[in-house]
């Protein structure tokens, strides 16, 4: 698998808006929940967790959008209406990994909300979930996940 080269930069559909990321991601995953498939118009959404630190917009202002709820939070360009990132707890944002410069590197290590998931969609991930992992599993995972990626 190829490796992440850092600082990663990205940008979103229109190029309004643009980040950078100097850290490796936490965990990549996949979720096939239905609002997923509904934001990202596809079976799923792609996405790596960043240390919340280590991620930075370098040009423009997002808006939030999709569910109003204050530990969720979803990110669009207000320009192309694209969905760009997710604040889900106060220590990482969950970034669209194909708006990534260079997404190759990602492959999702996870899938959640599988018992939504449409038949074909097929990840490869090492973990599924029917829903979303509880937050000792998510840690575990993490954790997994970061030995993995150091012998890479």
């Not at 979103?12 to 498939?37: D, N």
């Not at 999709?66 to 604040?87: D, I, K, Q, V």
Request: aromatic share 14%; glycine share 6%.
């Amino acid at each position: 698998m190829p490796s992440l080269a850092l600082p990663a930069l990205g940008h979103f559909r229109c190029g309004a808006i643009e980040f950078r990321v100097s850290a490796p991601p936490l965990l990549t995953m996949a979720c096939h929940c239905r609002g997923c498939q509904r934001m990202s118009a596809s079976a799923f959404s792609l996405s790596a967790a960043f240390p919340a630190p280590a991620f930075e917009l370098t040009r423009g202002e997002p808006a939030i959008g999709g569910l109003r709820n204050p530990e969720l939070r979803h990110y669009f360009c207000p320009a192309c209406m694209s969905w760009l990132f997710t604040r889900f707890l106060p220590t990482f944002v969950n970034v669209r990994a194909t708006m990534l410069d260079d997404a190759s590197w990602c492959a999702p290590y996870i899938e959640t909300w599988t018992r939504t998931r449409l038949p074909w969609a097929q990840t490869g991930a090492v973990h599924r979930f029917d829903e979303f992992p509880t937050m000792d599993e998510f840690q575990s995972l993490i954790g997994e996940f970061q030995r993995s990626w150091s012998r890479t």
